[in-house]
């Protein structure tokens, strides 16, 4: 690390652009390049530098409905970047064996519904139409088990009559055709590969410069902001901010700023993964509108279908399985397909950094701060912490507040998500082995433990989740919480004196919803057959 002059020349000066250097190629520094880009045009002057020796981490494939916003920023037609990325639609997670072996459900994109302003979910505690407390509630879950696509064959989107609406500002202003409306929520699979390939070309188009090299130094001034970032090639490259999105190594916010990182490894234990690119015959095998979690031995699987391949992993505790074990564990489950294909073994930073903002570094992705993958977050994280950039982007150095307003925003959701993963583990009823016994009794996050005794008598609602939101709406808690099945929940005791019969209607509503848009609708492998044959 070198000390130099003051960094951050061009704040507050209106005459000239800011300069910002982006450190990293992966997902996260080129959807910040082209979101940045996207939203100050030519009045900030861009630059990604990232290395041709160093590999991003080579997963991240499932996302979360929110990403749709960040095609819709960008103006990016479905149709233009999903072949581009071989991408397929999403609609819930689907989560195996978590309360017993041969079970699943889902965690649905999709609101719940209410009645006398109670939660479907505790009236059907008290009144199951059936014992599938998803598909009584969501009409996503019928779906997800028919592999429907969310659109017809000539590309509309299915009836937005037919599923709670999502209230949507974008989508109703939309200039694209694809999401104008737009008001189920949906999410993608895609390659991550792909979609920084496809993200640097947006973004090089519209001016970003790109610089394939090594950064080996980081300059300071004497009051500790990034003056420069050295490379092996291409001299310093200085600016008055930088984004640090290096992956797991965060070089630039906690090397070379010393910003410490605070692991949440006590209450999340899964600190490893192993990978696998599965061959996929699409003209055989379903590709489900859904991510798969199924649980094993130490940790859980991931099963993603993309049009190219399945993207598989293992996620595990290091304390509980070898790396051997795990790989041995996840060949077993996907069987032949992947006998030849080499396994991607990956140590994961679990936790965040203390703050992402600090001086004029902000950290985006990996760097800034991580958890399992178990509700694909960490795409939506560097999607909310780009918003937030945005929002809160710097006039210049005494920017205090602003920092401190974005490191909050950064900080409450992480800690939010990481207390809903705990929910996952706590939630299951599994308890086969150590690993999973474990789960019963380690330490979670205060604020969990408190809710958790609530929702025994109360279901979640948004009473019992908004004093301590996050980010997470009260139905994804309701999902696990009866879909996990480790935790006894009641029923409220007034609906004992309640008449159910418009309850009853609301799930027979459903029903007929359901099993109307699964003869209507499309099975994925269908609706993507269409589309390569238009394309062809
Ligand atoms: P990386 O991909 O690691 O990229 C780092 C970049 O920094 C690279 O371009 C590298 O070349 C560059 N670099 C590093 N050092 C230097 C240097 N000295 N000089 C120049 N360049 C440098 N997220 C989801 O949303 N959904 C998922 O399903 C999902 N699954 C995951 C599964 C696992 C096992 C893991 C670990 C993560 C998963 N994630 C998922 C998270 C997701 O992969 C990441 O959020 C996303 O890929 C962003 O990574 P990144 O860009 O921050 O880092």
């Known amino acids: 690390m070198t000390a130099r002059g003051a960094a951050g020349d061009h704040f507050g000066d209106p005459g000239k652009s800011r300069r910002v250097v982006i450190v990293g190629g992966g997902t996260a520094g080129w959807m910040t390049a082209s979101y940045l880009a996207a939203a100050f045009g030519d009045r900030i002057d861009l630059t990604v530098v990232e290395s041709a020796h160093i590999g991003t981490v080579g997963v991240g494939e499932a996302t979360f409905s929110d990403i749709r916003h960040f095609f819709e920023f960008l103006r990016l037609a479905e149709s233009d970047w999903m072949p581009a990325c071989n991408a397929t639609y999403k609609l819930a997670v689907r989560f195996e064996n978590w309360r017993e072996p041969g079970h699943h459900f889902y965690h649905p994109f999709e609101q719940l519904g209410s009645v006398d302003g109670f939660p479907l979910s505790d009236w059907w505690l008290r009144h199951p139409a059936t014992n599938r407390f998803d598909k009584d509630c969501f009409v996503m879950a019928s779906l997800c088990d028919a592999e429907r696509s969310p659109r017809y064959l000539d590309g509309t989107l299915l009836d937005q ?27 993608y699979h895609f390659e991550a590969h792909l979609l920084a390939t496809y993200l640097t070309g947006y973004s090089t188009r519209r001016g970003v410069r790109h610089i394939v090299d090594n950064v080996v130094d980081v300059g300071l001034d004497e009051d500790g902001f990034i003056t420069h970032v050295a490379t092996a090639e291409h001299g310093e490259l200085s600016a008055d901010l930088f984004v640090d999105c290096t992956g797991f190594r965060a070089l630039l916010l906690n090397k070379a700023l010393g910003e410490p990182f605070v ?98 570094c902000v950290a985006v992705g990996l760097s800034s701060g991580f958890v399992e993958p178990l509700e694909s977050t960490g795409i939506f994280f560097i999607h909310h912490a780009i918003e937030q950039m945005v929002k809160y982007f710097p006039s210049g150095r005494g920017d205090e507040l602003q920092r401190e307003l974005y490191n909050r925003s950064i900080a409450h959701v992480m800690d939010g ?105 499309p099975t994925q492998n269908e609706y993507f057959a269409q589309m390569r044959a238009d394309t062809h």
């Open 161 to 187: 009559g037919f599923v709670e609406q999502d209230h949507d500002e974008s989508a109703a202003r939309s200039t694209i055709a694809e999401y104008q409306g737009v008001q189920i929520p949906y999410a």
């Open 263 to 360: 692991s949440y490894q006590d209450t999340l234990p899964n600190d490893s993964a192993v990978a696998l690119q599965v061959p996929l015959d699409m003209d055989r095998e379903p590709l489900r509108p859904c991510t798969t979690a199924t649980a094993q031995e130490a940790g859980w699987i991931w099963t993603i279908p993309l049009i190219s391949r399945i993207g598989t992993g293992y996620v595990y505790a290091g304390d509980y399985s070898t790396p051997e074990q795990a790989e041995r564990v996840l060949r077993d489950f996907v069987g032949p397909a992947a006998a030849d294909v080499p396994a991607n073994h990956i140590k994961m930073r679990i936790g965040r950094s203390r703050r992402s903002w600090v001086k004029n």
């Open 417 to 521: 998500v990481r207390e809903f993963l705990c929910l996952h583990y706590v939630g299951a009823r599994r308890a086969d082995n150590q690993y999973w016994k474990d789960t019963k009794t380690r330490k979670i996050p205060d604020a969990l433990a408190e809710r958790i005794e609530i929702w025994k008598h109360k279901v979640p609602d948004t009473e019992s989740v908004y004093p301590y939101y996050h980010g997470l709406p009260p139905y994804s808690y309701n999902c696990i919480l009866l879909g996990a099945g480790g935790i006894e929940v009641r029923h409220s005791p007034a609906l004992d004196l309640a008449d159910e019969r418009a309850a009853l209607a609301e799930f027979q509503r459903i029903r007929i919803k359901a099993d109307k848009l699964v003869q209507e609708l």
